[in-house]
């Protein structure tokens, strides 16, 4: 019996079998919703501003050969993405105002875009004092509060480092300038774009790529650094394949930390109940940064819980907490309430309870801190950390508990930090901006190149100088912060590296369309980051009036311009001045003037004013040859200003060798 029918298929069935499948399987590709679509990029988003009076270009992706249409405030302009599958278009130039809609449409889709302004867009850089937020200013709270400009956008670039130029921000978006959005943007940015709204009413963009603790060198591009000599073989390594695959790990692990960040198991496991289970926790008898504790460094999230006795009466009371600083943001609750958060290293918390929240017995405060980099924790001075209700203060320094709950070292970090290698910030954070419209540049960097000013006057010159090249609009004006006063004061006039940074940064006031805004007298000697970046903004926005605006203002104080010797004194001419020459001392004294001789041994001077001109001598010092001003770390009694209330910028008259590189 024949219990199976088996046939082979002649060729020709097989072939027309294999064609159906594959008609099949391409009209299944054909109309699969994962067909190509057109993209943007990110920084291209609702809210944004374009930059005005300039031809504008919009770039994306899309199919190799697709046309791409683009609509824009009666522009309608049509492209074509090439081999690689990139489009751009290009609009004509347009006048300020808005808001506006844009429509991109493809064959596959449709992008609308909303609430766009045309206006200037300035980009703010640097390190940490550009990086600190409004938060942590002086009166930021009321700053907050009063931050209503609808007509002043903010982008925040998340941190990233590339060895190559990318096309993409690692993130970020456009938002509307209010108290919900203010609080954690630059506040240097923030004061400096306000300015100019108040004074022009003209829209602001504001896109914040910076970076705290990080250098000059990886903020300049490739193409620069590679040929300068002392930097040939960081560059030669940076474009290494083998060193582009170690960055891929480390991108890869640091993708994965930040993504426990965002689903940190304390949050999820409501570590900040009432009755947290504190078995797994560990004791701790003074509170400090999770590095002190576990003897390690690492970054993260770390849950800190203490526990308080209160007696009866407590249920209908208000009270104030204070911690002190926390490194980085804190979610903070007490009996399993939040009673507030804050985001920001520097910044002292004081949270206000409301009544009912504290209890007669055991209160539990629980603390959230999450670390994206460097120490983290509880940094408050003992002082700082206390409960107060009723005129009575219950300090709270001693006696926590703690507990890891996302630990970087968990992920195999590759230690490659921003400051590793030249370019690094330059790709990742700058590079993908550089085919936008910009009216300018302000910069706030220079601490951590301190030790190495003379090394600085080269770079930052050629720092200046690659980003207009980047983006190919000329000359765009270019304003920094030149180094506020910080650390104790000298007793006696010494060499400074500071105020050779200082030198250097003016140094490139020789470039066209610079402007430099002088802050000796806004420091504080025991914090690197001064509270008062109100006039840090002030003075750069006036900066950029005088370059960019056409206004007819005093935004410098006293320059130096030249000296000559008469005798035992030495005759100093400055420009500008403004409205004239003023010692800022209730006794009309001039402070901050050291003399010296061929010996170049300098002592502190007697100074006057007369006219434009100031005298300065010393009886130490018969023969004169050099003069210095505010020539220290932090010339905390310079008092040299202009009528209009600029202090006058540090110099010394000589070329001797300084302590830098």
Request: proline share 6%.
């Amino acid at each position: 019996m024949n219990r199976t029918c088996c046939f082979a298929a002649p060729k020709s069935m097989k072939r027309f079998v294999y064609r159906v499948f594959g008609l099949l399987f391409l009209s299944l590709f054909v109309y699969s919703p994962l067909r190509a679509i057109v993209r943007i990029p990110g920084f291209l988003s609702d809210n944004m501003v374009l930059q005005r009076d300039l031809p504008i270009h919009i770039r994306g992706w899309a199919d190799a050969g697709e046309s791409v249409t683009l609509s824009f405030n009666g522009q309608k302009v049509k492209g074509r993405a090439d081999k690689k599958g990139e489009w751009k278009i290009v609009l004509d130039p347009m006048t300020f105002g808005g808001p506006y809609e844009m429509k991109i449409k493809g064959k596959n889709n449709e992008i609308f875009l909303k609430n766009i302004l045309l206006g200037d867009v300035w980009i703010c850089s640097g390190q940490s004092n550009m990086e600190f937020t409004l938060a942590g200013t002086k009166n930021g709270k009321e700053e907050i509060e009063q931050s209503q400009y609808p007509q002043i956008r903010l982008f925040n670039v998340t941190k990233g480092i590339s060895h190559k130029p990318e096309s993409e921000l690692p993130g970020g978006s456009w938002t509307e300038c209010n108290p919900s959005t203010s609080g954690n943007f630059s506040a240097v940015g923030y004061f400096f774009g306000r300015e100019l709204f108040r004074k022009t009413g003209i829209p602001i963009g504001l896109i914040n790529s910076s970076w705290g603790g990080t250098d000059i060198e990886p903020w300049i591009s490739g193409g620069t650094m590679i040929n300068l000599p002392e930097y040939t073989e960081a560059m030669k390594t940076l474009n290494s394949e083998e060193f582009g695959q170690k960055l891929a790990q480390r991108n890869q692990s640091e993708a994965l930390f930040r993504k426990a960040m965002e689903n940190d198991p304390g949050m999820t496991g409501k570590w900040y109940e009432p009755s947290p289970d504190l078995s797994g926790w560990k004791q701790t008898k003074t509170i400090s940064t999770i590095e002190r504790l576990e003897k390690t460094a690492m970054d993260g999230i770390f849950w800190f819980c203490k526990e308080i006795e209160l007696p009866e009466g407590f249920e209908n009371q208000s009270a104030k907490l204070s911690l002190g600083p926390i490194d980085d943001n804190d979610i903070t609750f007490i009996n399993g309430q939040k009673i507030g958060s804050t985001d920001g290293y520097s910044i002292p918390r004081v949270y206000e309870i409301q009544p009912g929240i504290l209890h007669a017995g055991k209160n539990k405060i629980i603390i959230q801190v999450t670390d994206a980099s460097g120490n983290g924790g509880i940094t408050g001075m003992p002082g700082q950390i206390f409960l107060e209700t009723g005129g009575n203060r219950i300090p709270l320094s001693n006696d926590w508990y703690y507990k890891v709950s996302v630990n970087s070292k968990e992920f195999n970090m590759i230690d490659i930090g921003p400051n590793a290698y030249p370019s690094l910030l330059y790709n990742a954070m700058i590079h993908p901006l550089t085919g936008t419209g910009i009216k300018g540049v302000i910069w706030y960097q220079g601490e951590n190149n301190a030790a190495m000013a003379k090394r600085y006057r080269l770079l930052f010159t050629h720092f200046i100088q690659d980003w207009r090249q980047q983006w190919g609009l000329g000359d765009i004006p270019f304003i920094w912060a030149q180094l506020a006063n910080f650390m104790a004061p000298s007793e006696q006039p010494d060499q400074s590296q500071w105020a050779e940074l200082r030198e250097a940064q003016s140094m490139a006031l020789s470039l066209p369309n610079t402007a430099q805004a002088v802050l000796t007298d806004i420091g504080e000697a025991n914090d690197i980051h001064p509270k008062n970046k109100q006039d840090v903004g002030l003075r750069m926005a006036l900066g950029a009036i005088h370059l960019s605006y056409g206004g007819n203002v005093v935004y410098s104080g006293p320059v130096y311009k030249s000296m000559k010797v008469e005798g035992n004194r030495i005759i100093l001419t400055f420009d500008p001045a403004g409205s004239g020459l003023v010692a800022k001392d209730k006794y009309g004294y001039l402070k901050g003037f050291a003399i010296a001789g061929e010996d170049h041994r300098f002592v502190w001077a007697q100074a006057r004013i007369e006219g434009n001109q100031i005298i300065v001598h010393s009886d130490k010092v018969v023969n004169p040859i050099s003069v210095r001003y505010a020539w220290a770390n932090n010339p905390d009694e310079a008092n040299l200003y202009n009528q209009e209330g600029f202090p006058a910028s540090p110099f010394r008259t000589d070329d001797w060798p300084g302590i830098t590189k």
